[in-house]
């Protein structure tokens, strides 16, 4: 039998005039997470995609897109030629394949096609006959069933499918614009970029790095946090800042209470410059309100000054556990808690301030080379493209070194 897999969509639903570019957005996201599939024909209409998978393998690409967002389910359909008794048979036969020990099942027919000579109610009966004939300990059961096989009556041919896969749900990759994610190596900043991509956002990571301070290991831990989460949008431009003058201006002229306020006002212009070169139109951060002492709402004050952008925070009402939770569920929880120092933990003062005046960080700025600062660090930035094959890549060059 022929397989296509029929995916249906959840809050595409609600979009109005603009759903069609939103089926569009996810028609090119399918077709960049199968592109080793080049034969897979993808169809979009107004109520779902089709693909034919033309012999691609049905269970890869079933795996992937589990975590496409924009899909709400979908299923392996069998196409079956527009005749009753071949429909009959192949209802029999997909049932036959799958565990029916002690299950309950029901038919679900929808007729596309009004002028097909048998109404829904008499194919529904016909088909459950034929299951309850020929598959022995099965019963019917309406409300709730194990198995739902679902017929869809088209003009050109039957559409059965037995079997429904929950999809990621939120919104296409790439249709609410794009964004800049403030990428540290910590637990809450990858999380923060999943839940970005969930609405619709593109994102580009920014990661800052200062040698000899930080690591090369810690550098690649981030680029790997980011190959972690392109499986739920693809590919992501990985932009490395370099961070090491600043720090060390910070720690020779600003006293050590506000140290970290300025460290993250300096974050975020250099963030908020990369952002307008880059063509982006907010900035995303993994903040949790009250979690360290530059995220009680009077340091995210002071540090915000710096610019009129926005500051979307997805984490910031989240509890450490949630967070956790969600870092677990998409894998990056291990990566994120390997002990490599990033630009967030070296200079720490012992005691940070945690109700910074405006003022008084604006005063203490006066030390630094501010637009200079900027600038160099805008210039020495660089920018490369992350897919989820990149970290298994560099392992095996590094291995390869041993």
Known sequence: METRIQIRFGELSTKGKNKKRF?????????????????????????FI?????????????????????????SPVYVIPR?????RAAVVELMQGLETEGKTFKIATRRSDHSYEHDTNWLNAEFGAAVLQN????????KKPDITVRVDVKKEHFLISTETYQGAGGLPVGSSGRGVLMLSGGIDSPVAGYLAMKRGVEIEAVHFHSPPYTSPQALKKAKDLTAKITRFGGQIQFIEVPFTEIQEQIKAKIPEGYAMTITRRMMLRITDAVR????????FNGESLGQVAS?????????NAVTTTPIIRPVATMDKNEIIDIAQKIDTFDLSIQPFE????????????????IDRAERYEEQLDIVGLVERAVEGMIVTPITSATAIEEETIFSDLL
């Open 83 to 87: 005749d009753y008794e071949t429909a």
């Open 135 to 142: 598959i022995p300990n099965i019963t019917v059961q309406v």
């Open 50 to 74: 089709f693909l034919d998978l033309n012999d691609a393998d049905e269970a890869v690409i079933t795996s992937r897109l589990k975590d496409i967002f924009g899909i709400q389910n979908f």
């Open 342 to 357: 990033d630009c967030c933990t070296i200079f720490a003062p012992a005691a940070p301030k945690t109700k910074p005046q």
């Open 23 to 47: 089926i569009q957005q996810l028609s090119r996201n399918i077709r960049e997470a199968t592109q080793d599939y080049p034969q897979i024909k993808i169809q979009p209409n107004h109520d």
């Open 295 to 303: 995220q009680t709402l009077e340091s995210m004050i002071a540090i």
């Open 276 to 283: 307008e070169k880059r063509k982006a139109l907010a900035i």
